[in-house]
């Protein structure tokens, strides 16, 4: 019993944004919960290894090119996902992309490149999807939030802005959606190492701030996603729609920031 709500065989999942970073994980996870993969990037090229490893852990795969801020292209990977698996079950909202600067500092440009990536993008991309998911009166979509979108950080206005959109999005989705059986949950990791932010965990002063700020005294390893990208992608979330699952160590809390402000205070 406990096995099968979490089993993914026979079901067809698109991760978005899959070239590197945690949407390689999110689907390697799925994977190997026994999903089939639709994996994209703006390039398709540069899924050809990682499609290698998908296809390794005996699973079909497809992969697509995807611009997220391109309309035209956002239908016709839509079309071209159908085609190649038809029923499309799972859809993982991941591609994004963030501007790090001062408030002053953000030009229109930055603005727009990441709420049109993040928040435009991901609306965009749940609507072509979710028109076959409806059809078939089941989904499970997974727009990725970030903890951000609880409480802000400096320098990061615009992504905060529109994973806060996001994490709005997903309860007005799961509203429209859930009498057609799809359900729609934000998954919100917290600080995580990756390849995009691996120049701040090369700071050991950094880590060091972080690692205070975090109840658990450890930043995000992307392994600690696994379990939850599988759980809301499964029957284990069958009446769950519309909330933020955050995956964060605890930061979320704000008992840890607030003890550390004290001692700073001392």
Not at 14 to 40: H, N, P
Not at 135 to 142: D, E, L, Q, S
Not at 156 to 171: D, F, K, V
Not at 224 to 244: H, K, M, N, P, W
Request: aromatic fraction near 8%; hydrophobic fraction near 40%.
């Amino acid at each position: 019993m406990t096995d099968s709500l979490f089993d993914l065989t026979g079901q067809v999942a698109i991760v978005t944004g899959t070239s590197r970073g945690l949407g390689q994980y999110f689907a390697r996870a799925l994977a190997k919960a026994g999903a089939d993969l639709v994996l994209t990037s703006r390039r398709r090229e540069t899924l050809s290894q990682f499609e290698a490893e998908i296809r390794g852990l005996g699973r079909r795969c497809v992969c697509l090119e995807l611009d997220v801020r391109d309309q035209a292209s956002i239908k016709r990977m839509a079309v071209e996902a159908e085609s190649a698996f038809g029923q499309i079950h799972i859809l993982v909202n991941n591609a994004g992309c963030n501007v790090r600067k001062p408030a002053l500092e953000v030009s229109w440009d930055d603005w727009n490149l990441v709420l049109d990536t993040n928040l435009r993008g991901s609306f965009f991309v749940a609507q072509s999807i979710a028109q076959g998911m409806i059809a078939h009166n089941y989904g499970r979509i997974i727009n990725i939030g970030s903890v951000t979108s609880v409480f802000g950080f400096a320098g990061l206005a615009p992504y905060c802005a529109s994973r806060g959109g996001i994490r709005q999005l997903t309860m007005s989705l799961a509203d429209d959606w859930g009498p057609h059986g799809v359900t729609v949950n934000c998954l919100a990791p917290g600080w995580f190492k990756t390849e995009q932010n691996k120049v701040l965990y090369d700071d050991p002063e950094w880590v060091d701030y972080l690692t205070d700020r975090i109840p658990v005294k450890r930043p995000g390893l992307p392994h600690d996603l696994d379990g939850a990208v599988v759980f809301l992608a499964s029957e284990a979330s069958r009446y769950i729609t519309g909330q933020t699952l955050l995956v964060d160590g605890g930061i979320s809390t704000g008992a840890t920031r607030a003890t550390v402000a004290q001692k700073k205070s001392e």
